[in-house]
């Protein structure tokens, strides 16, 4: 090789360092255009949290509320109208207990006597009302809830004391207790029952609103219960609910399992999972929206960006950058400005999301994956709408740069 000849030029290599730093040029050197470009992804990000936020929290609102009324409570009973009457074994409680997914489960039985509010009233004039042997633990596996006094207890329970459900209070002219007064009694079969409690309503257990609940021992020593429970309800995990259905029958009788009928899984169920359904096709949907608007706004920003800067474009070309050099600098700089917007955007829709949901009561949710979907959809919203340009800008050549100065 002749020594008077130049040496070949060698195409300088950036680092990751060098081309973030080339990114970040056009970001510091235009900072009213970088603030407002990530202020329209960080929008749209925030929007796609919001959306998906807020109608998460109200749902999840809603599913308590339907929980509360008792969306995964079973109800068995005896067939009626059998003769010999079908009886459930007195250890019902226990054997429907080892189902694995059974979560609770508690009884009442009949005790076939009659309610009056003074021993003045006809002897066979019981309201309507059924006078039923409870459980202690009744109102937990109902998701039952005392308006005023207090329920059945290990004390309680043993005494002539009684709950009156919601209707029955009312027919009985007992709407209320007053603390420090003597409470009310009412005649159960000629003997006296104090009022310790009344229930507020039970729209899934309205058999109970109807009911006079005396404690399980005490309807065994003064009224001559059998210890034969004639209702068993069981809470179970709302995804197993079929499943226990299904074996509750042999777990009770496991002779003649048809001779004890299960109530189907309410149909607040059912609707909770259709709202559950529609509403995450819902967020889908709005989320997809919601980023598309960013992306478009990214892309015009940084194509407007290429038309501004063809000089700078064209000096770097003449100084020896390549056109994958130019093309990374702007593929960075529209990934770090959709990078930016995506984090604030994803600050402002997650507090945006807590705080309306707190002013209207609801327990706050924040799904983790429109967080994560904010940043890493920010992150692919930048990829994209950062090719074109990038492209546009590498094709250049200097001389066509140079000649728009």
């Known amino acids: 090789m002749d020594p008077s000849s130049p040496a070949p030029v060698t195409p300088v290599r950036l680092s990751p360092g060098d081309v973030l730093r080339l990114g970040l040029l056009g970001v510091r050197t235009r900072k009213m255009r970088a603030a407002l470009s990530a202020l329209g992804i960080s929008i749209g990000i925030a929007t796609m949290i919001i959306v998906t936020g807020i109608p998460a929290s109200s749902q999840q609102a809603v599913r308590d509320q339907l929980s509360a009324l008792g969306t995964n409570m079973l109800r068995a009973q005896p067939v009626p109208d059998q003769d010999p009457p079908v009886l459930l074994p007195p250890e019902s409680v226990g054997m429907v207990s080892r189902i694995g997914p059974v979560t609770r489960v508690s009884a009442v039985a009949n005790t076939h006597a009659v309610v009056r509010r003074s021993d003045l009233v006809d002897p066979f004039d019981g309201s309507g009302l059924t006078v039923l042997a409870s459980r202690n633990d009744l109102l937990e596996a109902v998701n039952g809830r005392v308006r005023t006094g207090r329920f059945l207890g290990p004390a309680s329970a043993e005494f002539p004391t009684v709950v009156l459900g919601y209707l029955a209070a009312s027919r009985l002219g007992i709407t209320t207790l007053v603390p420090g007064q003597e409470p009310p009694q009412v005649s159960i079969d000629d003997h006296w029952f104090t009022v310790i409690g009344i ?28 210890g034969h429970p004639t209702v068993i309800y069981v809470q ?5 609910l079929e499943d226990v259905r299904a074996v509750l029958p042999a777990a009770l009788n496991p002779q003649l399992p048809g001779l004890v009928q299960v109530s189907r899984p309410s149909d607040a169920l059912a609707a909770k999972r259709v709202t559950e359904s529609a509403l995450s096709a819902l967020f889908v949907g709005l989320a ?19 038309l501004e800067r063809r000089r700078e474009i064209g000096l770097r070309r003449a100084l020896g950058a390549n056109r994958g050099q130019v093309r990374g600098q702007f593929l960075t700089e529209s990934v770090v400005l959709s990078t930016l917007g995506g984090v604030a955007g994803t600050l402002l829709g997650v507090v945006a999301t807590v705080g309306y949901a707190s002013y209207q009561g609801w327990p706050p949710v924040v799904p983790v994956l429109a967080v994560a979907g904010g940043i890493g959809g920010a992150l692919v919203v930048g990829v994209v709408a950062g090719v074109y340009p990038a492209i546009r800008a590498a094709r250049l050549t200097p001389t066509e740069a140079l000649a728009t100065v």
Do not use: K
Not at 204 to 210: C, G, M, N, V, W
Not at 236 to 240: L, P, Q, V
């Open 288 to 306: 997809g929206v919601a980023l598309l608007v960013g992306g478009i706004g990214v892309a015009n920003t940084m194509f407007i960006s290429v």
């Open 199 to 226: 229930l507020d309503p039970m729209p899934l257990a309205t058999d109970l609103e109807r009911s006079v609940l005396v404690g399980w021992e005490a309807a065994r020593t003064v009224l001559g219960f059998d």
């Open 236 to 240: 179970a995990r709302e995804d197993a």
